[in-house]
């Protein structure tokens, strides 16, 4: 999938595949949530992307613009409630000056892709409180209490597919 902004560089999302394009979703990962929000790359870097399927959304001269992961079976069964046929969206970050344009949109409909190819049924999130409206608008329903991630407040969400 490819999509062009007026008055920009066009870009591209897709699965990311090899270690280059790892290295680029973790490079964003870490401008936004190490970096831009503070989060301990510890806790980042949780020892789940081995097994994860991961989007990357890339300009076109290469510069890489944003990312997001999916967790599906026993590997996401702690964010699903162990239900298999659910995956688990993650680590969904969009560079600061890439923000506006539709790019967090476009990876989490390339990660719900991801979902469907793979048989799942729904996708499962943790959502920053600040992002809940983001999420709702893509037909995410926020379910349970408030709980902190990261020292940040985050609250479930599932869309059906």
Do not use: N
């Amino acid at each position: 999938m490819t999509t062009t902004d007026a008055g920009s560089l066009g870009h591209a999302i897709r699965e990311a595949t090899g270690p280059e394009d790892r290295e680029a979703c973790f490079a964003v990962r870490k401008e936004v949530f190490v970096l831009e929000q503070g989060v301990p790359e510890d806790i980042e870097y949780d020892g789940r992307d081995d097994d994860a399927i991961q989007v990357l959304a890339l300009r076109d001269d290469g510069v890489p613009l944003g990312t997001g992961r999916l967790l599906y079976g026993p590997g996401a069964a702690d964010r699903t409630g162990g239900d298999l046929s659910v995956g688990a969206l993650g680590r969904l970050a969009v560079k600061g000056a890439a923000r506006g344009r539709g790019l967090g949109a476009a990876l989490v409909r390339a990660i719900e892709d991801a979902a469907r190819e793979r048989g799942l049924t729904a996708v499962d999130l943790h959502a920053q409180t600040h992002a809940l409206g983001f999420y709702e608008r893509l037909g995410y329903e926020a379910y349970g209490p408030e709980f902190l991630d990261a020292d940040i407040p985050h609250r479930s969400m599932r869309r059906t597919l």
